[in-house]
């Protein structure tokens, strides 16, 4: 496999790139549309960290993680629809765990059910810890973030 590096930048360098991973997400759960707002109108929490994903020399991507005391948890990943399948997104995510490890941090994530990712996730070890379920009554109900 060509190399694969993690590159941390500041936050605002990738406001565009999420705003396109809630796209995705809306295209995997479309029971549960989130609200897509503008990259300018988006804000970061203190422990937000970001990192561009870099294959072969190019911007492939980015994951974005929430670190606490005893906990990294993966808040964005995007990985460009041309690359997926190719093995990157299971080193990019043994980096995170390689990271955990050294940090005596567990990791966690949250998945929809139908996207494809879960796959990858439970590939690398990750475990169902409980059910988030939903009934939608009403569509003009904004998503909050928890």
Known sequence: MKSIELKKEPNDNFRNWIIEEWKHHNTVDPFYQLKIIKPQDLTFNDNEEYYKIIYDKQEIGFIGLKVYDDEI???????DEKFRGKGIGTEVLNL??????????DISLDVFEKNEAKKLYERVGFK????????????NIEYKER
């Open 73 to 79: 948890y993966i808040y964005r990943f995007l990985i």
């Open 128 to 139: 169902n810890r409980y059910t988030n379920m939903v009934i939608k009554v009403n569509d």
């Open 96 to 105: 995170i765990i390689d990271r955990a490890r050294c940090e005596n941090k």
